[in-house]
T-cell receptor
């Protein structure tokens, strides 16, 4: 099976812009989670989607949003970018239930100038 | 609140030497514990996981970890380190009734020839 794929792999934006990142889960996986990784804060949970519904949400401002499509592909959007949004954004997928292993993609590296 | 602590930010070991990376967690119930590894510029790869049962779990690449409830620990071990093991290692606990992973700050492993 193909692994989790994320596009684009690298992105450069300027402050105030918005950005959309995409994640394609492993075939058959219906849950997609997003994490932000920064040197200062480490790995932090953004949100999880299951069957097109947000199932769980982390402590991030409303500028961070996501959605999931009927084919389980997911997108996350960040509006009004700030310098502090520069990070590696990781997507993870699993079949459905909690306590099942989450498989991570390679990430999208976002740089905000 | 649940938390994960990895006391060692950076560890250097010689190739062929044994390795132990420490992980302590704070959790009220039986935890679901994971170790992931991240190579530079890459996503997270699952090394091993503990859900229940035998407290000594075997993973990929020759790694193992032991769950000790009395010490709230889940330390990662490898009897003989290879240069290719140089990477960052993350311990994580899955939040109950939420499914999100809570990560430690990571331990960067360097391997001396």
């Amino acid at each position: 099976k193909a692994g989790v794929t994320q596009t684009p792999r690298y992105l450069i934006k300027t402050r105030g812009q918005q950005v959309t990142l995409s994640c394609s889960p492993i075939s058959g996986h219906r849950s997609v989670s997003w994490y932000q990784q920064t040197p200062g804060q480490g790995l932090q949970f953004l949100f999880e989607y299951f069957s097109e519904t947000q199932r769980n949400k982390g402590n991030f401002p409303g500028r961070f949003s996501g959605r999931q499509f009927s084919n389980s592909r997911s997108e996350m959007n960040v509006s009004t970018l700030e310098l502090g949004d520069s990070a590696l954004y990781l997507c993870a997928s699993r079949t459905s239930s909690y306590q099942e292993t989450q498989y991570f993609g390679p990430g999208t590296r976002l740089l905000v100038l | 609140a649940q938390s994960v602590t990895q006391p060692d930010i950076h560890i250097t070991v010689s190739e062929g030497a044994s390795l132990e990376l420490r992980c302590n967690y704070s959790y009220g119930a039986t935890p679901y514990l994971f170790w992931y590894v991240q190579s530079p510029g890459q996503g997270l790869q699952l090394l091993l996981k503990y859900f229940s049962g035998d407290t000594l779990v075997q993973g990929i690449k020759g790694f193992e970890a032991e769950f000790k409830r009395s010490q709230s620990s889940f330390n990662l071990r490898k009897p003989s380190v290879h240069w290719s093991d140089a990477a960052e290692y993350f311990c994580a606990v899955e939040q109950n009734q939420g499914g999100k992973l809570i990560f430690g700050q990571g331990t960067e492993l360097s391997v001396k020839p």
